[in-house]
């Protein structure tokens, strides 16, 4: 479709800021995606920031944040901003960038207690005052005269090699980090001149700023990105929040606020800032707009604004002047070259599954739950070529995974039968809404679905595939997507007394009034299971083998689950088996075992036990088909992850190819079986 001119579109106005003009409304506001090599923002770096600028969003902030100090360890992948190294790596980014029309800035920080001391240079961690941070759990060393002097020149040297590297400026981190410790009563005790008013509690933010425009200039754009209320009983307050906004505003030295409201000191709090699915879609805009209304000076702000109706809405009614649509664009890094051509309802959703976040702060790299392109984009498209020959593809499965590779190979111009034995598509995901606030998820299958659907592709419902159905078929390629079924044997004696997650959130069965469940798997299945049971007023233990709680999920998401578990008095046993089930009376007896002593450490007496231990794999069909297929279901493994396609061919006598995908594997999870569709179908 022609790219089309939408002059009355809000979202599409051009912003000037200063002497830079954005070309339309929306930004990705600085995060850390942890893809760094070495401190470096190299190829997989770059290349997820050139996706968003080729999509034709107006400016992309890299890094969350980099770091200006040596004694300011990175804890989440972080860019190292105090080397020389760092500059043409950036340059290139910005350089790329540009070439698209994206502005490019950067977020720096010190990150005072918000980091450890034991990696790195093993430098003591600092803070304003000895204030421990509960996530990252290091006690600071009270800040020094001759600590604020150096980090004030690191700070200058910092945005000094942003500037060399053809940016188009900055914004310092101003919430949880070093600079704003010094703002708030929880985390400033100090006595001394930088403590008291909040002239005295902004005097090393002074500092910094004189001291970065006298490297840098009034032509190098210099924001800060902060918290203007902590809403916390012992924090910084909106009316104090505000008023320092007032103050950055007359200083003259910053070109720009990133509202944040909240404070990040460990998940709960984090998860108020950052929310995940169930939560109020943008439930900081307001705060944001009273912020713009009271300063009067340009305002930028991200939080939960996931769709296009709610990012329009923030600029039509005076809110915000440039919307962040941060995780929007992890998902479909295309946004607005979607809505510049009229394919809004082609922009992949942002579903608030927060599997990015999750992954970050878990210490891995940031992946979208189901866009695996993103990040990956050295390998994988995020825009499906046509293929060279038509071929008859047959995929079985209709969950995630086998609507994603139907959606790739039909955008590739094949004939697409996909065959589904329930009567609805979606498979576990399904299962996963039942919780009410993560009904969002389903969304994953929606959009799948309404892909399908312009593709003329249609799903084959209650048709419960064999062998036979297949290859009379006569396809091309055969993908296996039949997921998995629960499996039972953590149990080791008795475990056909036991019912499973599934038979919980489907409904299938209704919890009792006294139930254990073992959770030998780590995430949302069990902690769904867990939810509905207690919420039906059960009395409910949850048994963890694990040494971490729910060790599978990221923190954000355990938040809720939490908030939920002690709302309704659940016990947690951590560190603890159920070895055997035996029936008593009308109860039974669960016999628990301690794999530290390895012997038994406990009985419980209940009514139910509910078992989580993952699935095991649907496969009989793909057994039943991997004689007659050309590669005897064989994967070649280099050539899968180097994004190149499959060519193996080890029976003359085959007539098709076959793969198997997602939980037809092993048990895993969304992302792996999305990722799986698309990688085996991208060159088929």
């Not at 022609?2 to 009355?8: H, K, M, P």
């Not at 060279?388 to 209709?398: D, M």
């Not at 994953?444 to 419960?464: A, C, F, K």
């Not at 954000?556 to 016990?571: D, E, I, Q, S």
């Amino acid at each position: 479709m022609a790219t089309v001119l939408r002059s009355s579109d809000p979202l599409l106005q051009p912003y000037q800021l200063k002497h830079l003009t954005l070309k339309n409304r929306l930004m990705s506001t600085s995060h850390e995606p942890n893809y760094s090599e070495d401190g470096m923002p190299t190829e997989r770096y770059r290349l997820y920031h050139v996706e968003k600028a080729k999509g034709g969003i107006a400016m992309t902030m890299t890094a969350g944040s980099a770091v200006v100090s040596r004694d300011s360890p990175p804890v989440f992948g972080n860019l190292l901003a105090y080397k020389d190294e760092i500059v043409p790596w950036m340059r290139k980014l910005a350089d790329e960038c540009h070439e698209h029309g994206t502005a490019v800035m950067i977020q720096l920080t010190h990150l005072g207690r918000r980091s450890v001391w034991n990696k790195a240079d093993w430098l003591p961690v600092l803070a304003p005052s000895c204030v421990r941070e509960p996530a990252h759990r290091a006690f600071p060393k009270v800040i020094e005269d001759w600590d604020i002097d150096r980090i004030v020149a690191d700070y200058a040297a910092g945005a000094q090699r942003m500037k060399e590297a053809g940016l188009d400026g900055f914004e310092f981190e101003c919430y949880g980090h070093l600079m704003d410790n010094f703002w708030s009563p929880a985390t400033n005790l100090r006595t001394d001149e930088y403590n008291g008013s909040i002239d005295n509690r902004l005097r090393f933010t002074m500092r910094v700023l004189e001291a970065v425009r006298k490297a840098v200039g009034q032509d190098f754009l210099v924001g800060c990105r902060l918290t203007a209320d902590e809403d916390w009983d012992i924090g910084l307050s909106k009316t104090d929040g505000i008023e320092i906004c007032q103050r950055l505003k007359n200083s003259g030295l910053v070109d720009f606020l990133n509202i944040i409201k909240g404070h990040i000191d460990h998940d709960a709090p984090l998860q108020d800032v950052i929310p995940v699915a169930g939560a109020k879609s943008a439930p900081h805009l307001d705060f944001a707009g009273e912020v713009r209304a009271a300063t009067k000076f340009p305002v930028f702000h991200a939080a939960r604004i996931n769709d296009v109706a709610t990012a329009r809405h923030a600029i039509a009614e005076g809110k915000l002047d440039m919307v962040g649509m941060t995780r929007a664009h992890i998902a479909d890094p295309h946004i607005v070259k979607k809505i510049m051509e009229g394919r809004e309802d082609d922009i992949r959703p942002c579903v608030g599954a927060t599997y990015c976040l999750d992954r970050l702060y878990e210490g891995q790299d940031t992946l979208c739950i189901h866009n695996p392109a993103t990040s990956r984009e050295a390998t994988m498209p995020h825009v499906i070529g046509k293929a060279k020959a038509k071929k008859n593809i047959v995929i079985v499965g209709a969950g995630p995974g086998g609507l994603e590779a139907a959606r790739v190979a039909g955008e590739r111009g094949h004939k697409v039968t996909v065959l589904e034995a329930a009567p609805q598509a979606g498979g576990q995901l399904r299962l996963a809404t039942q919780i009410a606030r993560r009904k969002e998820l389903i969304g994953i299958i929606d959009w799948r679905l309404s892909q399908l659907e312009r593709l003329g592709v249609t799903v084959n419902y209650n048709t419960m595939a064999e062998a036979d159905d297949v290859t009379a078929l006569e396809p091309d390629l055969v993908v296996i997507a039949t997921g998995g079924l629960p499996q039972s044997q953590a149990i080791a004696e008795g475990a056909d007394l036991a019912v499973s997650s599934w038979d919980i959130v489907s409904g299938d069965v209704k919890p009792a009034e006294d139930v254990l469940l073992f959770d030998d798997n780590g995430n949302h299945p069990g902690m769904a299971a867990a939810e509905l049971i207690s919420a039906q007023g059960s009395r409910l233990e949850i048994i963890s083998p694990e040494r971490n709680f729910a060790a599978d999920m990221g923190g954000l998401n355990l938040v809720p689950y939490m908030r939920h578990f002690t709302k309704h008095n659940v016990a947690i046993t951590t560190m603890t088996r159920v070895r055997a089930l035996k029936r008593e009376g009308n109860k039974i007896k669960a016999t628990l075992w301690s794999p530290y002593t390895m012997a038994d450490c406990g009985e419980r007496l209940v009514d139910q036990v509910v078992l989580e231990h993952g699935t095991a794999p649907l496969d009989d069909l793909y057994f039943a088909l991997k004689p007659q297929s050309v590669n005897l279901g064989a994967v070649d493994y280099e050539a899968l992850v180097a994004g190149e396609p499959q060519t193996v061919n080890t029976n003359k006598d085959g007539t098709f190819r076959l793969f198997r995908i997602g939980d037809a594997v092993a048990s895993r999870n969304v992302h792996a079986a999305i990722y799986d569709g698309l990688r085996f179908m991208k060159d088929a």
